[in-house]
């Protein structure tokens, strides 16, 4: 039994009406049955029905939802236009749900077979509605397909070029033009286009850059980059052009490196973006920095501490006077957490200050002051002129040389709490910079009052995740991570069944969604501030926080994947 003679069995159709259906598949090549039954008014649900019956495939709504980037780009916007097929979704194993408007269609399976050669991913097929396919290819028109508007706007302003213009197309008057349409739509468009989606795609970054052939834009999402669009390389300097005259920076200057800044609304809402120039082989590539002040800061709660490391962070920040550090690479969250550490102090009673690099967020009742090396005012000269502001609480963004540790060293002395941030791989190993940075062992200890070390985990998507026991090498990574910590503290460890890895889904394409602080927190106390004076290596202070019951950050992360925050394979990564 055919298709239509399930519609005619079921009484969605008249069986009379099964030779014109068939006559007018036959003399269109554009039209498909579903065309030509919806005209008839026959409903989505039951051409559905009929072909799950017919095809012995389940169906699929999507319910107007829209599919993810990460979703989409399995399956080339070309190869679902020709062969009716769209990627709706990853199930929880891992399989590419496809939807698909006729299986009886040979190329198409054929053409699925190959992406999912290519993509190492197998996949299910659904049946879906003419109107969610269509929903769907509208999903790939989001940010390639309004760029691709307006680079044809672009091009037709350069074509549409006077007489005298076009002579000269490939000359000067080409760049002349280009620069002309500068501040015009086209280029406009585009450079607002990539920054309202890198802004509503929870981007940190945007990435610009011309690698020889084409134009790459990337966004880095949860610490990872990703290309999300590419453009043809005669439009690099008219895109670069356009951000530099947002930021205020020199449009002639391109063989030195530049920053600056502006600020967007974007949804409604406030964006600021961080720029910085770099001039590379092709040309200059551009970096922009997103920082949603409107967001505001997040409060220590927020940031994945235990309660033990709270509490601890807590009492450190209501000590008169002290020096506060945290230690991390670059993107690993130091800034965030000095600005919740900063929102808790009282700031209503005390005087407040801060010298940043840039001011990222706006905190009220703080006098927040940008650095600017560049006409001399630097950190080391910022911190004397904060120092004569009769301050309580300094936060000084960064100590980068031995200028500036010394100047945070002396204040903290002389009766000030000083919150700052310093380069190391772990919080032990603050004691040794400082002393690489000429700072006397005998100053260290009374003014440290408080070591943090932290990076940035990703976090499971909620109801995510596929169970793993543990066992095996993730037994041997548990057991040898915890082995030296006294009895006391490892005896207090719950240690679960299983542990969780990340597992796609429609929802969630790559299973995990934001990422969290993981931490190793230090209070000085009379036996680390003994071992600074007596010996100050980093094996031997690490010795004695150890049989304290300090948790390394490795440890932290280990806890927070017993409690399903975070997928097993991150404590891996550290």
Request: charged content about 30%; hydrophobic content about 40%.
């Amino acid at each position: 039994m055919g298709f239509l003679d399930i519609l005619s069995k079921k009484g969605f159709i008249e069986s009379e009406k099964i030779p014109f259906i068939e006559k007018e598949l036959m003399s269109s090549e554009e039209k498909t049955a579903d065309d030509i039954l919806l005209a008839m008014g026959v409903s989505s649900d039951d051409i559905l029905k009929a072909k799950e019956e017919y095809f012995n495939l389940p169906s699929k709504k999507l319910a107007g939802e829209s599919i993810s980037h990460n979703v989409l780009e399995k399956v080339p916007e070309k190869s679902a236009v020709y062969y009716k097929f769209v990627p709706i979704g990853i199930d929880i194993d891992g399989f590419l749900e496809i939807g698909i408007i006729d299986p009886d269609n040979i190329e198409a399976r054929d053409a699925l077979q190959f992406i999912s050669s290519k993509n190492n991913l197998p996949f299910k097929l659904f049946l879906i509605s003419l109107s969610d396919f269509n929903k769907v290819l509208e999903d790939y028109k989001g940010l390639s397909g309004e760029v691709t508007k307006a680079l044809t706007e672009l091009e037709s302003e350069i074509a549409n070029a006077g007489p005298e213009e076009k002579e000269e197309i490939s000359t000067d008057k080409r760049r002349k033009l280009e620069a002309k349409i500068i501040e015009e739509a086209p280029v406009t468009k585009i450079v607002a286009t990539i920054l309202r989606y890198a802004a509503e795609g929870r981007a940190s970054d945007v990435h610009i850059e011309h690698i020889g052939d084409k134009i790459r834009v990337r966004f880095r999402v949860d610490g990872v980059l990703h290309t999300s669009l590419v453009l043809p390389v005669n439009v690099h300097d008219a895109v670069v052009a356009r951000i530099k005259i947002l930021s205020n920076m020199k449009l002639d200057e391109k063989r030195k490196p530049q920053d600056g800044r502006f600020s967007a609304r974007i949804e409604g809402r406030k964006v600021d973006f961080r720029v910085s120039t770099f001039p590379a082989y092709y040309g200059e590539k551009v970096v922009m920095r997103i920082l949603e002040s409107e967001k505001g800061v997040k409060n220590l709660l927020e940031a994945g501490l235990s309660d033990k490391d709270l509490e601890t962070i807590r009492r450190a920040i209501k000590k008169p006077f002290g020096m506060i550090l945290i230690s991390g690479p670059t993107g690993s969250g130091k800034s965030t957490t000095l600005y919740s550490l900063l929102s808790e102090v009282d700031r209503e009673s005390k005087n407040v200050l801060s010298l940043e690099d840039p001011v990222e967020f706006s905190i009220d009742g703080v006098s927040q002051s940008q650095v600017r090396p560049e006409i001399g005012y630097t950190f080391a000269n910022g911190l004397r002129t904060a120092l004569r502001q009769d301050p309580d609480v300094i936060m000084v963004g960064e100590i980068r040389d031995k200028e500036t540790a010394a100047l945070a060293v002396q204040a903290a002395l002389t009766g000030h709490l000083v919150l700052s941030t310093i380069h190391t791989n772990n919080a032990v190993g603050i004691i040794p910079r400082l002393i690489e940075m000429d700072v006397d062992q005998y100053l260290i200890a009374p003014t440290l009052i408080l070591l943090v070390a932290q990076r940035l985990a990703k976090t499971l998507c909620p109801d995510s995740g596929e169970e793993v026991p543990i066992e095996g090498s993730i037994k041997s990574i548990i057991d040898k991570e915890f082995e030296n910590l006294p009895e006391s503290v490892r005896s207090k460890i719950v240690i679960p069944k299983n542990v969780y890895k990340a597992i796609p889904s429609a929802t969630c394409p790559t299973g995990t969604k934001g990422r969290i602080g993981v931490f190793e927190v230090i209070e000085m106390n009379k036996e680390i501030e003994m071992a600074i004076l007596e010996d100050p290596s980093g094996v031997n202070i690490e010795k004695i926080v150890r049989n304290q019951g300090v948790l390394t950050m490795k440890e932290d992360a280990i806890l927070k994947a017993f409690d399903k925050k975070i997928p097993f394979e991150e404590v891996v990564k550290l």
